[in-house]
């Protein structure tokens, strides 16, 4: 039997139309997620958590018709761990060409005071509802919530529990953004040598960014083992979010010599993918979030926008192209030096005469005292004021 664990894959579980969903005010329409499901399909996400068929009629629906028409992914539903969730569940995703039913129950002290069972009824509670799932569906994924605050050795009896019932991944979510990176992976570790079968089937990790943490912490859990990382696209999720995936992706992508594991995300999709789910969420994107940020791939500093012009690695790790990105943005603003201004003016069609670039640029620095930013309009405007000529 090939251990999981030690395999180089590592499959991307996109949960923007669930957790990301959840967030307060990101509720999209049936449309819209019909529309960013068959953009995640074709980007390469493994398994896409479509919505939580009991929460609503329209989540029902959502899940089904996205079930229906999706061509490569695995299509995901959330249930409580619950019968009747788990049968709504699987109306739902049954659709699918590769369904899986996800059920959870909170493990952790906390949680577990919420439905009133002692450790003993979780247990049973837990053997009984991925049985009743796994009778039928075949690929079935359960999470303890809020793992990372559950104790080692009761997390350890009921993901054995739920491995005996047929769940063939497990998923170990830090539901309240509370671990760190050597605790993340540390606790698959722990699973992956203490649980029985545990080699057999696939961790999931599953973090959230209370802590401005999640995509070290996931990272982590694969260093770990975790052999599924979940994640959202932008980060989009409750409170200060999940595991932004395109962080997760172009980290195992950038810093593949020291984390050599693969994906099969098309990164080529991510800036599309980002600005559709910011317009259809309304969660604008901060302008100097990784990856996708407006500034993500902009220079202003003069000494920046040098280097850049005479190689792209002095300041840039990775290629604006490989995120879907035309080019480099250079921005021309109080910190932007003469290289720069000559680069950009010769993109607008302007060879300037040094001497006429000297007084360009002169004006151009009081301008941009002036102006956060100066467009190319504010620099045509500059030149044909000097009445140069093109
Ligand atoms: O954060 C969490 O614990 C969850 C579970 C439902 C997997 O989203
Ligand atoms: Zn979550």
Not at 257 to 278: G, W
């Amino acid at each position: 039997m090939t251990d999981i664990s030690k395999q180089d894959r590592v499959l991307i579980f996109d949960t923007t139309l669930r957790d990301g969903e959840q967030s307060p005010g990101a509720t999209m329409s049936h449309n819209e997620k019909l529309e960013i499901a068959t953009l995640l399909d074709e980007m390469g996400v493994d398994i896409i958590e479509a919505g939580f068929p009991i929460a609503s009629e329209g989540d029902f629906k959502a899940v089904s018709e996205i079930a229906q028409r999706s061509k490569n992914s695995v299509i995901c539903g959330l249930s409580r761990a619950v019968y009747k969730d788990i049968d709504r569940c699987w109306e739902a995703v049954k659709h699918a060409a590769q369904p899986r039913i996800h059920t959870f129950i909170g493990t952790s002290p906390q949680h577990r005071a919420i439905p009133d069972l002692t450790k003993e009824q979780m247990i049973e509670r837990i053997h009984d509802t991925v049985t009743h799932a796994r009778n039928l569906c075949d690929n079935i994924q359960w999470s303890p919530m809020d793992a990372t605050r559950t104790e080692d050795d009761y997390l350890c009896q009921t993901v054995e529990t739920a491995i005996k019932a047929g769940a063939t991944t497990i998923n170990i979510p830090d539901t309240v953004g509370y671990t760190a990176p050597r605790e993340s992976a540390d606790i698959i570790r722990m699973l992956l040598e203490r649980v029985p079968g545990a080699d057999e089937i696939i961790f999931a990790t599953h973090c959230h960014n209370d802590l401005g943490m999640a995509t070290a912490n996931s990272l982590a859990a694969v260093e770990g083992g975790a052999r599924q990382i979940e994640c959202t696209i932008n980060g989009l999720g409750e409170r200060a979010g999940n595991t932004a995936l395109e962080e997760v992706v172009m980290a195992l992508r950038v810093r593949n010599d020291i984390m050599p594991y693969q994906t099969r995300i098309d990164t080529t999709k991510i800036m599309n993918l980002s600005r559709r789910v910011a317009t259809v969420s309304g969660f604008q994107v901060q302008y100097n979030k990784a990856i996708v940020g407006k500034n993500a791939f902009a220079h202003e500093s003069g000494i920046h926008q040098d280097g850049m012009l005479k190689s792209a690695d002095t300041f840039e790790i990775m290629r604006p192209e490989d995120v879907g990105l035309s080019e480099t943005n250079i921005v021309m603003g109080k910190h932007s030096g003469r290289a720069a201004l000559r680069s950009k003016l010769a993109d607008l069609g302007y060879e300037l005469a040094d001497n006429q670039l000297k007084d360009v640029f002169v004006r151009f620095k009081e301008l941009a005292d002036r102006k956060k930013e100066v467009y190319d309009e504010d620099l045509l405007a500059l030149v044909n004021d000097e009445g140069t000529n093109a």
